[in-house]
């Protein structure tokens, strides 16, 4: 939980727009286009870092390298308000140009930035995901369990947003940029020890496939079979595998996005391959053309 609190948004990003105009010297225009760059590529980098761990490295290990770059990130950030790491300031009333930072001092700057993003697209996706999965969802006890950890961590998230707003953006600003991006880079290195000592103790679930990978399957077979034509009643007639270790319930048949429920029609060409089926979590690679 605690990593989650002191990553990209929350720390020392929260307050970035006016570090970028005070310290380096950047045009309020300049510094909102990096800001909103480091949000969408963070929102782009959670949606890749989903798909990895899903299809490839586990949420352990996306977590761990996520907090390990987001602690190196707010380093790199910290370093960066040291007075060798930025341009002189600007002397207020002066009619001089201000100078802008060096090209090493950027180029030190947006490497904070990239591993913050990396971090942010470990962390975000996988940190809620990875504690749920340390409890057993067939033990009646895992309920309240669960119930227990969500409210932990949304209740540390909040306060982790409310201190990064409150006591860092005063300490950056009234006190030291040093002192206030060190801070949440010194609690990033607490979070991942923490982390990384209960390595040994941990629930880890190997990676399973990602759904936007199903997604993608279906819609392409979809594709393929756009000529045929859905059954009377979809919901008995159509295709659906349903692995035999799945917790989850069938859903329900509905009307919406129909189009897509020509993926499952089983026609004479399909070959069923029964050792894929079982061997197949929850898409349609089971069935080939």
């Not at 380096?24 to 761990?53: D, M, P, Q």
């Not at 060190?182 to 390595?199: N, S, Y």
């Not at 859903?251 to 070959?271: G, H, V």
């Amino acid at each position: 939980m605690f990593t989650q609190c002191f990553p990209h948004n929350v720390g020392s990003t929260s307050n970035l727009l006016v570090y970028f105009t005070s310290v380096f010297n950047k045009n309020s225009i300049t510094a909102t286009k990096l800001v909103n760059i480091l949000n969408g590529s963070s929102s782009l980098a959670a949606l890749s870092g989903v798909i990895i761990s899903d299809m490839y490295s586990g949420r352990y290990n996306a977590v761990a390298v996520g907090s390990i770059s987001s602690f190196l990130g707010l380093l790199v950030l910290a370093l960066t308000a040291l007075p060798q790491m930025h341009p002189p300031q600007c002397v207020a009333g002066s009619t001089s140009i201000c100078q802008g930072p060096s090209r090493g001092q950027f180029l030190f700057l947006v490497v904070g930035i990239i591993l913050t993003v990396i971090g942010a697209g470990g962390i975000k996706p996988c940190n809620l995901a990875f504690g749920v999965d340390q409890f057993d969802p067939e033990a009646e006890s895992s309920i309240q369990g669960i119930n227990s950890f969500f409210n932990w961590y949304y209740m540390s998230v909040a306060l982790g947003m409310l201190i990064s707003v409150t006591v860092f953006v005063y300490v950056q600003t009234s006190l030291s940029w040093a002192l206030g991006l060190g801070i949440p880079a010194a609690l990033m290195f607490i979070a991942c020890i923490c982390f990384l000592v209960g390595t040994k103790y941990y629930v880890r679930v190997k990676p399973e496939g990602s759904a936007y990978t199903s997604l993608l399957q279906v819609i392409v077979v979809a594709i393929k079979k756009r000529h045929l034509k859905l059954p009377q009643k979809p919901g008995l007639n159509l295709f659906n595998y349903v692995p035999s270790k799945s917790t989850t319930s069938k859903l329900p048949y509905t009307a919406q996005f129909r189009l897509l429920n020509k993926a499952a029609i089983r026609s004479e060409d399909d070959e069923i391959n029964q050792m894929e089926r079982r061997l197949t979590h929850g898409n349609f690679a089971a069935c080939r053309k």
